[in-house]
């Protein structure tokens, strides 16, 4: 995704007024938390099965957006494991 997702693609396609993200374990790379920012969304909704990466990526997203909703969902019944979908705004 960082490698797609840049500065030039937000250029060349426009400015998103929502995006969805859904990264894998490890979270958002930097670089894409970055682009993110500078697209300025309005709104964010950001999918994670890591509740870890996720609060480090919307603690980095926290310098423009604030969280609006949190929803946990459990598609692995009978397991520790949760998806959970987060609903970010801009300020």
Avoid: W
Avoid at 29 to 47: G, M, S, T
Avoid at 78 to 89: A, F, G, I
Wanted: hydrophobic fraction near 40%; aromatic fraction near 6%; charge should be negative.
């Amino acid at each position: 995704m960082k490698d797609i997702l840049n500065d030039n693609f937000v250029d060349k396609y426009g400015r998103p007024d929502v995006i969805i993200t859904d990264p894998p374990r490890a979270g958002m790379h930097e670089d894409v938390v970055n682009v993110i920012l500078n697209a300025e969304p309005k709104r964010i909704v950001y999918v994670s099965c890591n509740p870890a990466t996720q609060a480090r990526d919307l603690q980095l997203l926290d310098a423009k957006y604030r969280v609006t909703k949190v929803q946990p969902v459990d598609m692995f019944p009978h397991t520790q494991h949760v998806e959970n979908v987060v609903q970010l705004c801009l300020r």
